[in-house]
């Protein structure tokens, strides 16, 4: 028989004002094996704990139950409370009674009974808890990184100047990200170029940084600390040892028509191309889709003109398997299709671009060679608009219910930027509100109206028509004056929402990181550990978890940093020790739980039992603790209950069910 | 009957085989009962007529334990069971000489009976069946007292054997989830009274789990203290219920739906609709399956497909 | 019971740790409200709810109960739900057939983002057994005193 | 001797059943088990065992012992009532009645079981001659006689009526209460039916099977008897012929957990079962042919060596009809005569 004592916490108010705290007190006491029960303030504050631990010492507790918050926020906290009075912490429950309870219910006596009964369920559950004892595994002290942008490049730095190595997996030719696409950032407008180049090369030349290009990361398995990976290094046909970045087989090359991804299609490349001038590395891959070589068998070219001898039309992708001690996911964003949005015109007129293709047009480097002009008829425009929140803050099911956060800040900048270059242009902003929450930042957009004359003007757009003189005519309502507008442009530029690249989907799988209904990579906790996974050993940098601007990805980077090393530090790990455990006496070596299981953490072994004097050779279910995550999935797949959830058993479950149901 | 017995003597005689299981004579015709023969002595007490209902493959879990091999004779529907026990490595395949044995319907005297015939002194296994009883001799149509299982026969092929001996048949005459879609068809109330009629005479023998080759926990759930739910008493009508749907659900996917489990209940209790409910709404949902079919395929339950339908179609009109 | 009291069942809903209990966590902390009938019992994942477990809450007294998981394609541990998918799917439709009102069980799929919904999952589900009444069907006569 | 038109029956039941409660064979879902009459009910003379024997009407296959109920950390304890109203079990064949004999002399000796004590004192029993004995039937072995079953009443069934016979005070209370359907009848329908059972039970394949050696001085003998080990072997391990035999009186006692307090009940057990004994240790028969052989020994050589003699079977043959198997007591029985044991 345990000896439980129950600990309601009033939370302040948050508690005590919905839930009469001494009621759940009393009623506690009533139940089978509580010795003790008692009320207090702030039961996770020091003194909170220093009562549970009193009350461990003095009435010999083998259990505690505490009702306050969700598990979630402090079940860990009460759980090192109970070790250190030297109870096991896994002999800790929580009732749930503020999130499930008295934040939801108003009527005293309602929430009051409710809370009752929570705390039942809690205490007949850990009337069966059993101490658990937490295992160990080793740490590989190197750490991968998924994602060549700013985030995952300041990660890897961050993790490789703390001594550790780490590699990066980048799936494009070229380090760099979005960052790379962009002119100038806000609110400096210092040249993205000029200080993203420089990190970059910081990378490239970093001795405990190796970085994988052109690059997908295939197959995970394992676990924090020891994760297996298969990474994919697709065939560049390039040899990269050779190759001396001359740059003379793009100029050669005879397929010039592909799409460029870095200018986001407003221009073309070569077969065989570096995305960029600054490509790190600066080795150019063929595209096999496009090289007429790889499409006919005729051409050669690069081969020919190829002085190193680099081109290796025979190459083949390899498969790299690396071990990982953490994952940092940095998978960073792309900007959302505009299929949906017929009324912007985006697919009629090349006139109405988005941001990002903006910022290729302001790019000295990019199709335009920075002159901004019209992309249909090269004209220099002379009235633009900008549309916010194209499919941001979106109500249907068109586009995204949050705010993509940059868009505020980069349409000042670019509107800041044209009336700065081109003073005979209009520039007019339709926006719904305008968010400026950073440093400098609303200083800066004040500077775009005030300074520069650019023209906001708060409402929505409802169309946006070709017309035949080449022109765009914009239809919108102005909230403030409570108008209609129509007025013409030369271009029509959309701040199209952000979203998590598609790979991340993928990504998150193999992972199993737990990702929320917009792909974004949910956190392990949304406040307290932001840039962490619940998924034990990965980490998130950058706009894979949330929508952000540079100097967040770049700190939330460092950030995850920090976590990487703080696990690669460590020789051991403790491993979670509510794993599934057959018992061998009830198992009959079906096969069945090992074919549910994720992880491939049950085998099979033939082993001699004595089953109550019967004394036999059975093939019977082995759990590798180490593997083992405890899901549960086995312990359903169990007809006979062999198989059972430490830390949640079916006998424990089953209390709890009886409990509430009482 | 004669070639089977020698040939099985044969193979008990030259050694390849340690054992048989077959059947015994019984005190009549209708009542084999399933044995093992170790010595061509027992073998004169072999039997295989059209009676001989017992899907034997059960018993080739234990038979695994013992030294040596065992013949084990096997009719079409049997040797999915014993597929599947294979799958589940409860038995060993290497410890087996399957004689995959003919089957044309196997004959129930509870049939015979339910035609209203009483103290049946003797009974042959022709068609038709002509039947001796203390109250006058009569004769049965071989159809009428085959037995409900076999109306709905899976097919004359075995899945798995080492040699055949005989003639099989299939005898299907009936659409196997009639039954199944009439209860659907039923409201809520005309199904529940329907079970709860049915079940209210269940008196938890467990003759159907101890006989059903899915069912071959070494200790079911309902005896084990892992759950609470070790319950022997029919105080409350829950408890049949509780009973024979987990049952069931422990078997979806691994029932080849031989039948025994309604062949053998005492009280006539037609269980095999649990498990053919589950067959069909497995065969709708996610694809035809028969366990037992193929040793190496993925059992339904322990696999899935993203674009699974949602439990939610239960109550937006039933699967159908 | 007399007439006149309002019917006030008893509800279980199992949430997986990962996505549906922090659901509801996330409906309590934005005090979404939902009748206080529902108790909540915290499992891994959805997928370590047996149906033993189900038919347990009906034997007990329950009137009803819902099962919350991650969205599929979501689970924590990548592929429980599905499986949860299957064998609920399972379940209930066996429920149907021997003649249980079949609104008594439910699953939804509810991320650690959807506060909302869970508070309107359980206020519907809610609705929904109040007007299917008092399990009569499922449950263990020896627990109705 | 009385007798009432069959198509009266039914008045018969209602007049019985407004002064006290009335069990009988009734078909429901296609089998006829002893179950309590209601207007609506199936009536089932015809089949002549029912799945069940008459056992639940005096020891239920489960039932309260007492209830515990919890109040804070106080527990009391309060005993389930005992049978305090009469009640009439109709339609028992003359083998049901000696199997209730049998259990009496389990739970009616000392200590007397008040639960089963209860209800034999305020049960009556009315019997029914068995008029068309079937194939398994060899109640006659053990000196019963279905033409003319023990019971408080007696009755026959013929074509047209039930003749009805008190026999014990208790049958003659009962047949004042329904004395206003009844009329006096002749022996003659009666003698002629029992003469006509007893020629077919001499034309019953079973009927004069010989119990030799079977017998409380059996034990050594028949116990090691290496015929066990190939007997057993078809065994399912279920409970079937436990569970429809009118004398098997081995039960479990368990407890329930009703929310609010707990349920004492005990419910019928089977020795076929794994867990039948189970203790901490494990089981003290740890295999099934033990478990098999326990069965046969107790009905056959235990019961007898302590019950002067008295067999705990009463060849009703229900085991024999049900087993999955086909295993019965009387292959058993033929086995050990063929070795001429």
Same mark, same amino acid.
């Given at each position: 028989m345990q000896r439980i004592g129950v600990f309601v916490c009033h939370c302040g108010s948050n508690i005590a004002a919905t839930v009469d705290v001494k009621k759940v007190v009393e009623m506690a006491r009533m139940e089978p094996g509580v010795v003790f029960a008692d009320d207090y303030q702030y039961m996770c504050s020091e003194a909170?704990?220093?009562?549970?631990?009193?009350?461990?010492?003095?009435?010999?507790?083998?259990?505690?139950?505490?009702?306050?918050?969700?598990?979630?926020?402090?079940?860990?906290?009460?759980?090192?409370?109970?070790?250190?009075?030297?109870?096991?912490?896994?002999?800790?429950?929580?009732?749930?009674?503020?999130?499930?309870?008295?934040?939801?219910?108003?009527?005293?006596?309602?929430?009051?009974?409710?809370?009752?009964?929570?705390?039942?369920?809690?205490?007949?559950?850990?009337?069966?808890?059993?101490?658990?004892?937490?295992?160990?595994?080793?740490?590989?002290?190197?750490?991968?990184?998924?994602?060549?942008?700013?985030?995952?490049?300041?990660?890897?730095?961050?993790?490789?100047?703390?001594?550790?190595?780490?590699?990066?997996?980048?799936?494009?030719?070229?380090?760099?990200?979005?960052?790379?696409?962009?002119?100038?950032?806000?609110?400096?407008?210092?040249?993205?170029?000029?200080?993203?180049?420089?990190?970059?090369?910081?990378?490239?030349?970093?001795?405990?940084?190796?970085?994988?290009?052109?690059?997908e990361v295939e197959k995970v398995s394992g676990f924090v600390g020891d994760f297996t990976v298969d990474i994919r290094k697709k065939a560049r046909s390039v040899d990269a040892t050779k190759c001396t970045g001359c740059g003379v087989c793009q100029e050669k090359c005879p397929s010039k028509k592909t799409p460029s991804e870095f200018n986001r299609g407003l221009g073309n490349r070569s077969a065989i191309y570096t995305p960029f001038a600054q490509a790190i590395p600066n080795v150019p891959v063929i595209d096999r889709e496009a090289c007429i070589k790889f499409k006919t068998g005729k051409c050669g070219v690069c081969e020919k003109v190829c002085q190193a001898g680099a081109i290796d039309y025979a190459q083949q992708d390899e498969i790299i398997t690396e071990k990982y001690g953490a994952i940092v996911v940095a998978t960073g964003f792309d900007t959302i299709k505009l299929d949906k949005y017929d009324e912007y015109a985006y697919n009629q007129s090349k006139d109405v671009i988005t941001s990002l293709e903006l910022e290729r047009v302001m790019n000295a480097a990019g199709p335009t060679k920075g002159h901004l002009e019209r992309l249909s008829d090269g004209k220099a425009p002379k009235e633009i608009v900008f549309i916010q929140c194209v499919g941001s803050r979106c109500a249907d099911a068109r586009g995204k219910g949050y705010c993509s956060k940059i868009c505020c800040m980069y349409t000042a900048k670019h509107a800041m930027l044209i009336r700065d270059k081109y003073p005979d242009v209009n520039v007019t902003v339709f926006y719904i509100d305008v968010r400026t929450p950073g440093k400098n930042f609303d200083e800066f957009y004040r500077r775009a109206v005030e300074e520069y004359g650019v023209n906001y003007i708060k409402g929505q757009v409802g169309k946006v028509a070709p017309q035949p003189d080449g022109s765009l005519l914009v239809q919108a309502a102005d909230l403030l004056d409570n108008r209609q507008i129509k007025m013409k442009a030369d271009m029509v530029v959309l701040a199209t929402a952000i979203e998590p690249d598609p790979s991340v989907r993928g990504i998150a799988t193999m992972l199993t990181a737990s990702i929320d209904t917009n792909n974004f990579l949910t956190e392990a906790h949304p406040k307290l550990r932001p840039v962490e996974s619940p998924t034990a050993g990965v980490f998130l940098s950058g706009v894979c978890q949330g929508p952000k601007d540079i100097p967040e990805t770049v700190a939330q980077a460092g950030a995850a940093a920090v976590k990487v090393i703080g696990l690669l530090a460590k020789d051991k790990l403790t491993t979670n020790p509510c794993t599934a455990k057959p018992d061998e006496l009830l198992c009959n070596g079906c096969g069945n739980c090992a074919k549910v299981c994720p992880y491939g953490a049950i085998t099979y072994e033939v082993r001699q039992i004595n089953d109550h004097g019967i004394r036999e050779e059975r093939r019977l279910a082995t759990v590798n603790n180490a593997l083992c995550q405890g899901c549960g999935a086995c312990t359903v797949t169990c007809p006979s209950g062999a198989m059972d959830l430490q830390g949640f058993s079916n006998r424990q479950l089953i209390a709890e069910v009886d409990a509430i149901c009482r | 009957?004669?070639?089977?017995?020698?040939?099985?003597?044969?193979?008990?005689?030259? =050694?390849?085989?340690?054992? $048989?299981?077959?059947?015994?004579? *019984? !005190?009549?015709?209708?009542?084999?009962?399933?044995?093992? &023969? %170790?010595?061509?002595?027992?073998?004169?007490?072999?039997?295989?007529?059209?009676?001989?209902?017992?899907?034997?493959?059960?018993?080739?879990?234990?038979?695994?334990?013992?030294?040596?091999?065992?013949?084990?004779?096997?009719?079409?529907?049997?040797?999915?069971?014993?597929?599947?026990?294979?799958?589940?490595?409860?038995?060993?395949?290497?410890?087996?000489?399957?004689?995959?044995?003919?089957?044309?319907?196997?004959?129930?005297?509870?049939?015979?009976?339910?035609?209203?015939?009483?103290?049946?002194?003797?009974?042959?296994?022709?068609?038709?069946?002509?039947?001796?009883?203390?109250?006058?001799?009569?004769?049965?149509?071989?159809?009428?007292?085959?037995?409900?299982?076999?109306?709905?026969?899976? =097919?004359?092929?075995?899945? $798995?054997?080492?040699?055949?001996? *005989? !003639?099989?048949?299939?005898?299907?005459?009936?659409?196997? &989830? %009639?039954?199944?879609?009439?209860?659907?068809?039923?409201?809520?109330?005309?199904?529940?009274a329907f079970f709860q009629a049915e079940l209210s005479k269940c008196i938890r023998c467990n003759a159907c789990r101890n006989v059903c080759p899915a069912c071959s926990c070494r200790k079911c759930v309902f005896d084990s203290n892992k759950f609470d739910s070790a319950q022997k008493a029919n105080v409350d009508s829950f408890e049949e219920k509780m009973f024979h749907i987990i049952r069931a659900f422990h078997v979806a996917g691994r029932c080849t739906d031989c039948g025994e489990c309604s062949r053998v209940c005492p009280q006539g209790i037609p269980l095999h609709l649990f498990n053919r409910k589950f067959i069909k709404d497995i065969n709708a949902l996610y694809g035809e399956y028969q366990a037992g079919a193929d040793v190496d395929a993925k059992g339904p339950l322990t696999s899935f497909t993203t674009e699974d339908a949602e439990p939610g179609v239960v109550s937006q009109g039933g699967i159908v | 019971m007399s007439v006149n009291e309002e019917f006030r069942p008893k509800i279980v809903a199992f949430c997986c740790n990962w996505c549906s209990y922090a659901g509801a966590d996330l409906a309590g902390s934005s005090r979404l409200a939902y009748p206080a009938d529902v108790k909540i019992i915290r499992v891994p994942c959805s997928c370590r709810v047996n149906p033993m477990f189900i038919l347990r809450a009906f034997e007990k007294g329950a009137d009803g109960v819902i099962l919350c998981g991650c969205h599929p394609g979501d689970c924590h541990y990548s592929t429980g739900n599905y499986y949860t998918r299957r064998r609920m799917t399972m379940l209930f439709s066996m429920l149907d057939f021997i003649g249980v009102e079949n609104g008594r069980t439910r699953v939804e799929w509810v991320s650690a983002a959807e506060g909302v919904k869970f508070s309107t999952t359980m206020n519907d589900f809610v609705a929904k057994i109040r007007s299917l009444g008092k399990n009569v069907r499922l449950g263990d006569l020896r627990c109705k005193d | 001797m009385k007798k009432i038109a069959i198509t009266k029956l039914n008045d018969l039941y209602a007049a019985i059943a407004q002064n006290q409660s009335l069990l009988l064979p009734i078909k429901r879902a296609g089998q006829t088990n002893f179950g309590i009459w209601t207007e609506d009910a199936e009536v089932d003379l015809q089949t002549l065992k029912t799945v069940k024997s008459a056992k639940d009407a005096f020891f239920p296959q489960s039932e309260n012992l007492y209830t515990c109920y919890k109040d804070g950390k106080k527990i009391s304890i309060a005993p389930e009532k005992l049978q305090e109203e009469s009640f009439v079990v109709f339609g028992m064949k003359g083998c049901d009645v000696r199997g209730a004999m049998v259990l009496d002399k389990v739970f009616l000796a000392n200590p007397v079981d008040n639960y089963y004590a209860a209800r034999r004192e305020h049960g009556i029993i009315v019997s029914l001659a068995c008029s068309q004995p079937e194939e398994s039937c060899f109640c006659k072995a053990f000196g019963i006689d279905c033409a003319e079953p023990e019971g408080d009443v007696v009755t026959w069934l013929t074509a047209d009526y039930l003749y009805w016979k008190p026999v014990t005070e208790k049958g003659e209370a009962l047949t004042a209460q329904v004395a206003d359907l009844l009329e006096d009848a002749d022996d003659k329908a009666v003698s002629e039916q029992k003469a006509a059972i007893a020629a077919t039970v001499e034309k019953l394949p079973y009927a004069n099977i010989s119990l030799e050696g079977w017998n409380g001085d059996a034990l050594k003998e028949k116990f090691d008897s290496p015929l066990w080990e190939q007997l057993y072997k078809p065994c399912l391990a279920c409970g079937t012929c436990t569970f429809v035999c009118p004398t098997c009186q081995c039960y479990d006692i368990k407890d329930y957990d009703t929310g609010n307090g707990i349920q004492r009940y005990r419910c019928w057990d089977s020795c076929m079962y794994s867990d039948f004994t189970m203790m901490a240790h494990g089981n003290n028969r740890n295999s099934q042919m033990q478990r098999f052989r326990q069965r046969f020994m107790h009905k056959l050589v235990y019961f007898p060596a302590n019950n002067d003699g008295m067999y705990s079977c009463v060849g009703c043959g229900r085991c024999v009809d049900k087993c999955p198997s086909h295993l019965n007591i009387l292959k058993v029985i033929k086995a050990f005569g063929k070795e001429g044991k």
């Open positions: 909170g704990q220093a009562k549970i631990g009193a009350a461990i010492k003095e009435h010999n507790l083998t259990g505690i139950v505490v009702c306050s918050c969700s598990p979630r926020m402090h079940e860990t906290t009460f759980r090192s409370c109970a070790k250190r009075y030297g109870l096991n912490p896994y002999m800790v429950e929580i009732a749930n009674i503020r999130e499930h309870c008295s934040w939801i219910h108003k009527d005293m006596q309602e929430a009051t009974e409710k809370a009752v009964i929570l705390a039942r369920a809690a205490i007949a559950k850990v009337n069966l808890n059993a101490p658990l004892q937490a295992g160990e595994s080793r740490v590989t002290k190197r750490a991968l990184v998924i994602g060549g942008g700013i985030a995952g490049i300041q990660t890897a730095l961050d993790i490789a100047d703390a001594g550790y190595e780490v590699d990066i997996v980048e799936k494009t030719p070229s380090i760099g990200g979005r960052m790379s696409q962009l002119d100038k950032t806000f609110p400096t407008l210092d040249c993205s170029a000029c200080i993203l180049t420089p990190k970059m090369v910081d990378a490239a030349g970093h001795e405990k940084i190796k970085i994988y290009t052109y690059s | 009957m004669q070639g089977l017995k020698a040939r099985a003597l044969e193979l008990l005689n030259d =050694g390849t085989v340690s054992r $048989v299981l077959g059947w015994k004579i *019984g !005190e009549n015709t209708y009542d084999p009962e399933p044995a093992f &023969f %170790e010595t061509a002595e027992a073998m004169e007490q072999f039997v295989y007529n059209n009676f001989c209902a017992a899907n034997l493959s059960k018993y080739m879990i234990e038979a695994s334990k013992l030294e040596g091999k065992t013949l084990v004779c096997l009719k079409p529907c049997d040797s999915y069971s014993f597929n599947q026990l294979l799958a589940e490595h409860r038995i060993d395949r290497e410890k087996a000489y399957i004689i995959g044995v003919g089957c044309k319907g196997k004959l129930s005297i509870e049939k015979v009976k339910q035609s209203g015939l009483k103290g049946i002194l003797s009974v042959t296994d022709t068609d038709p069946l002509k039947v001796e009883t203390l109250y006058g001799d009569a004769e049965v149509a071989y159809k009428d007292a085959m037995l409900d299982r076999c109306h709905v026969c899976k =097919g004359k092929e075995h899945v $798995v054997y080492d040699e055949l001996y *005989g !003639e099989s048949e299939d005898t299907s005459d009936a659409d196997r &989830f %009639e039954q199944v879609r009439a209860i659907e068809a039923m409201s809520p109330e005309e199904k529940f | - | -």
